[in-house]
């Protein structure tokens, strides 16, 4: 029988040493694991495998048709419950992601995309938004506050709201932690990768995590999905929705 490291060595440019270990240890669990499943997607209602991503892998993580990650779905569970939240609201959606975008769209009054870069409806910095005060109802922002300036960000956010105005914020928590952990010597990408998880982020969150919100002007409320739906829809286990009302 043909080793392994021998097909690797025959299918694969070289490898260091250390990448070539986490592959074959990977091949190895991957005959070990039990089969995945398949699971549903309830934003497009697709029953199948899902895909692998990220990094640490996540291997089933990504519907193949929508596209949707574990944290749209979860989004999608609150938003079956709390539909008059979104419907007819002034919507704005930073950094917005397309399985999102098609939920909340159609039940909005408006509904704008903003981002730092090109392309959206408006170019915003999330740190500094150039839009007026109490302007909008409802503020999406996932998987932004682990790159920017968190406090100025909040801040902002709770400006444009109107008040009672909901943030619906998720970041990467890791809630073992009291205190988030920030480092300004570490600024290379290589670093910040190492330190913080990817090399555009610029801190882990601790659980403390729910008083910067709170410093910032809001009541905050937390979702998360639990026991058998976690598996049905492919989520991560104890990943959390927050919804920030502004005071
Ligand atoms: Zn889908």
């Known amino acids: 029988m043909i080793s392994l490291s021998r097909i ?3 299918t694969l440019p070289p ?22 499943v398949e ?5 497009c209602g697709l029953n199948d495998l ?14 193949p048709q929508c596209g949707s990650l574990e944290r749209h779905r979860l989004l999608k569970l609150w938003l079956d419950e709390n539909r008059e939240c979104i419907a007819g609201k002034r919507i704005l959606h930073f950094a917005p992601e397309a399985a999102i975008s098609k939920l909340v769209r159609p039940l909005a009054k408006e509904y704008v995309t903003a981002d730092i870069a090109r392309g959206r409806d408006l170019q915003l910095n999330i740190e500094k938004i150039d839009l007026p005060d ?19 960000a909040l801040a902002e956010i709770h400006r444009v709201l109107v008040g009672g105005g909901v943030a619906l914020l998720m970041i990467p928590v890791v809630e ?23 090399e555009d982020h610029v801190r882990y969150f601790g659980s403390d995590f729910r008083d910067r919100i709170r410093r910032a002007g809001f009541d905050l409320e937390e979702f998360t999905a639990e026991g058998a739906i976690v598996v049905k829809h492919g989520l991560l286990r104890g990943e959390k929705l927050f919804i920030a009302a502004r005071r």
């Open 176 to 198: 073992g932690w009291a205190n988030t952990y920030e480092n300004l010597a570490i600024t290379e990408p290589n670093e910040r990768e190492i330190h913080f998880g990817q």
């Open 39 to 43: 699971r549903n997607c309830n934003i």
């Open 134 to 152: 109490e302007s909008y109802d409802v503020i999406l922002c996932s998987h932004i506050l682990e790159h920017v300036d968190d406090r100025a």
């Open 50 to 63: 899902f895909r692998p991503i990220g990094w640490p892998l996540r291997p089933e993580a990504m519907c």
């Open 8 to 10: 690797l060595a025959q």
């Open 15 to 36: 490898l260091p040493r250390w990448r070539a270990q986490v592959l074959l240890s990977t091949i190895r669990s991957l005959h070990q694991r039990a089969n995945p």
